[in-house]
């Protein structure tokens, strides 16, 4: 029974290696295909491209896609190997030996995954180097059907040089600056980068990162803002259309058809009232003032009544546009969320475009800021700006005003805010620009 598992075992192991492998192969063929239909047979670059950018920016995602599966499934088919390799060598030196009809099963034979392995390398040295570890796929001479000592890929492998990854390699200039926080001060370090980049005898080179870091800018500032904009408009416009469609096909029919319905809830009836008791000692003022006429009983009452219609108009109006605001948020907050599930690159993109641009500023920039969101949210005086903000959304969901919520609430997140702004400059300001919590600490104790 346990020669049968074992046999079943290293048998799976060989079909996941062949699938692996194939997989692998497959990411390369296509990668070849885009290069042949697109790119004139040459490597995928914005350079050897007649494209727009929104086109540039789906082949590119297209082929870091394919680079990503490939080396996943090449660190599959190392894994695997190694494993294969040594239930092979214990298959042999051990009493559970068994037919080699199920032993490691490449029935391409060696030329076939040597020519495959060939292939993917010819891709992939077009590209970054870092997606692909050929080096460290041996193909053991133990297994019954291997031999490393023919292998022209690792021969090959040995002879590569890593390419330049601002070349091609897009995905590295989205590495935000909080990654790359160390012990030494960006400054310091940044400051250190630039000598070595005017000392390089390679002007050539340098000038060639110029133009790529400036076309990466512009790129990446584009896709940023059109994202913004994105971000901004599909949810306004989802709302106003379903606030309009749900209010013409539902709401306002059965608020129409209940006129009783005036008031959603009690603070509303209360306004009405107060309003109305206005409108009353008004009218009565300007009557003993002598800017109108005298009013009988029956002319009074007349006026009252045509004001707590028109009232009841009024709030009967704010009570159904509080109900389509609760249906039209959630089509708004759906919207919202499938652009983000749809938009993961730009997603990136944008973080990184406005983590550069935060941490870009001068260290007195950094300082004003952080004052002032600090003062403005958490400070001595933002009590009050909170009550308007809760107030204004109880008013637009047509909730009840709680004054004990809206107590607790500005007794504990300012406060929750106020120590993960602490914790942020703290943890990653600090190290990535301490001058400018110095400024910080000289501008807030000033």
């Known amino acids: 029974m346990f020669n049968?598992?074992?046999?079943?075992?290293?048998?799976?192991?060989?079909?996941?290696?062949?699938?692996?492998?194939?997989?692998?192969?497959?990411?390369?063929?296509?990668?070849?295909?885009?290069?042949?239909?697109?790119?004139?047979?040459q490597k995928i670059s914005f350079q050897n491209c007649d494209y727009g950018e929104s086109v540039w920016a789906y082949f590119q995602s297209e082929l870091k896609s394919n680079l990503r599966v490939i080396k996943v499934k090449i660190n599959q088919f190392k894994t695997n190997k190694s494993i294969h390799t040594f239930l092979?060598?214990?298959?042999?030196?051990?009493?559970?030996?068994?037919?080699?009809?199920?032993?490691?099963?490449?029935?391409?034979e060696q030329e076939i995954i040597l020519e495959k392995l060939n292939f993917i390398d010819q891709i992939l040295d077009k590209y970054n180097a870092d997606y692909y570890e050929t080096s460290s796929v041996k193909i053991d001479s133990n297994s019954p059907n291997q031999n490393i000592n023919n292998n022209p890929s690792l021969a090959k492998q040995k002879n590569i040089q890593k390419q330049d990854k601002n070349d091609n390699n897009f995905e590295s200039s989205l590495e935000t600056?909080?990654?790359?926080?160390?012990?030494?001060?960006?400054?310091?370090?940044?400051?250190?980068?630039?000598?070595?980049?005017?000392i390089d005898p390679k002007s050539s080179e340098s000038e060639q990162d110029v133009l790529n870091k400036f076309r990466k800018s512009k790129y990446k500032t584009a896709i940023s803002i059109k994202f913004l904009l994105l971000l901004i408009i599909v949810p306004l416009l989802v709302h106003n259309v379903a606030k309009i469609a749900l209010g013409k096909v539902f709401i306002d029919p059965y608020f129409s058809r209940h006129e009783e319905i005036v008031f959603i809830n009690q603070d509303l009836q209360e306004e009405a009232l107060i309003e109305l008791k206005n409108f009353e000692e008004n009218l009565n003022l300007k009557v003993m003032l002598g800017i109108i006429p005298e009013l009988s009983i029956e002319e009074k009452e007349h006026e009252i009544k045509a004001k707590a219609q028109e009232l009841g108009e009024e709030y009967r109006r704010e009570s159904a546009n509080a109900i389509k605001n609760i249906f039209a948020d959630v089509f708004s907050l759906i919207a919202f969320g499938i652009v983000i599930y749809f938009s993961k690159r730009e997603l990136q993109i944008l973080k990184s475009f406005i983590d550069e641009t935060i941490y870009g500023l001068s260290d007195s920039a950094k300082a004003f800021l952080i004052i002032l969101f600090t003062d403005m949210f958490v400070g001595f005086h933002s009590p009050h700006g909170w009550e308007v903000i809760l107030e204004s959304i109880s008013r637009h969901f047509g909730l009840p005003e709680n004054r004990d919520f809206n107590f607790l609430f500005i007794a504990t997140f300012p406060v929750i805010l106020d120590t993960v702004l602490k914790y942020w400059i703290f943890r990653y300001l600090n190290r990535i620009s301490p001058s400018a919590v110095a400024t910080y600490k000289n501008m807030n104790e000033s």
């Open 177 to 198: 600056v909080s990654d790359k926080t160390s012990i030494l001060p960006r400054s310091f370090l940044r400051t250190i980068d630039r000598i070595k980049q005017e």
């Open 4 to 41: 049968r598992l074992f046999r079943s075992t290293k048998r799976w192991i060989s079909n996941s290696l062949e699938n692996a492998l194939e997989e692998a192969y497959q990411r390369a063929l296509t990668i070849k295909k885009i290069e042949d239909e697109h790119f004139k047979g």
């Open 88 to 108: 092979s060598s214990k298959s042999k030196n051990s009493h559970y030996n068994y037919n080699h009809s199920g032993d490691y099963n490449f029935e391409y």
